[in-house]
């Protein structure tokens, strides 16, 4: 079964190394997607129809990527449409553990073979399970947060719009130079095998900040004055920074605290209503510290920083 052996390491974040010593992530393998009536999602894969309480989500509260699709859960009111199981936050050997409610497994990878007996890629979260037809619907977040965003939208009355058509172009310019240097960014840099491509790494990671910082000087949000995916989407390695990245992953040039309008930006978004309540940092260390054991044998979890993110934001002046 590949690398679904049991014992053998499922690791989510050592997807791939080149021989420069560079990281590269694989991409997802489930790419199906909900629909308000069932038909095929935008990429013309296989509909599923929005149906409350069809659908199980699987995350990690440490997981940036999954922690996208839980904002977007508490957004877009979904919380009594779709149930949730958050895994353990140590992973090791054979990968994410958890208590499953729907099928007594104890691995993700597991959940992964009942979807496909002969599956053998990675075993990620977040995962949108169907319970009707017991499958793995999409584990891609960023297609899963386009669902949240509209696909229920008939039946939960909430209209909200995160990926406005009038913004699509400039969300998704945004979008792509975000994934690729900064959420994807600071994993290129923590996990370098070589000081080159680390260095490369550390330096687009922080040019890119140094790009959101200029944009947030001029503008409330990254596509303007209206809060967009956009956000969310660098929302959730931004709340992992200063905590993790900062040292774990030898991003250290300076802490996002001292950006002034990143940090403004940052305590803005997480007072939105719900947001905060999708934020444990106790989870999100212990899963770094305690799971990374090639960066850090020890597994020593640091008590600190200590950070406010209650703290008065000025983001009205635009």
Not at 54 to 61: E, F, I, K, T
């Amino acid at each position: 079964m590949g690398l679904l052996q049991q014992g053998q390491w499922v690791d989510q974040w050592y997807d791939t190394k080149s021989s420069d010593g560079k990281f590269v992530r694989q991409d997802s393998r489930f790419r199906s997607w909900v629909t308000a009536n069932g038909e095929p999602g935008p990429n013309g894969e296989e509909g599923f129809k929005a149906e409350k309480g069809r659908y199980h989500l699987y995350v990690s509260l440490a997981c940036p990527w999954a922690h996208r699709t839980l904002i977007f859960r508490r957004l877009k009111q979904l919380e009594d449409y779709i149930d949730v199981t958050v895994v353990d936050p140590i992973m090791l050997d054979n990968g994410w553990e958890f208590a499953d409610p729907l099928y007594g497994l104890e691995y993700l990878y597991q959940l992964y073979l009942k979807a496909d007996p002969s599956y053998e890629g990675r075993v990620t979260v977040p995962v949108l399970w169907d319970k009707q037809t017991e499958t793995i619907v999409n584990n891609e977040s960023s297609e899963i947060i386009r669902m949240f965003n509209s696909a229920f939208n008939h039946l939960t009355g909430n209209i909200d719009d995160y990926y406005p058509e009038s913004l699509h172009a400039n969300i998704d310019v945004i979008n792509a130079r975000v994934y690729d240097s900064i959420n994807n960014g600071v994993y290129r840099a923590g996990f370098a095998t070589s000081q080159q491509a680390y260095e490369e790494a550390f330096d687009t990671l922080f040019d890119s900040l140094d790009w959101v910082e200029e944009i947030l000087s001029q503008q409330r949000y990254l596509a303007g004055n209206v809060l967009t995916e956009a956000d969310w989407r660098l929302f959730t390695t931004l709340i992992r920074f200063d905590a993790v990245y900062f040292g774990h992953f030898k991003t250290n040039r300076q802490l996002l605290a001292s950006f002034p309008n990143i940090s403004n930006y940052l305590r803005e978004l997480y007072q939105v209503p719900g947001v905060a309540d999708t934020v444990n940092f106790e989870h999100i260390k212990t899963h770094y510290y305690a799971s990374h054991r090639t960066i850090n044998p020890t597994c020593v979890v640091p008590v600190g920083p200590k950070q406010d993110f209650s703290l008065p934001h000025d983001r009205e002046r635009f």
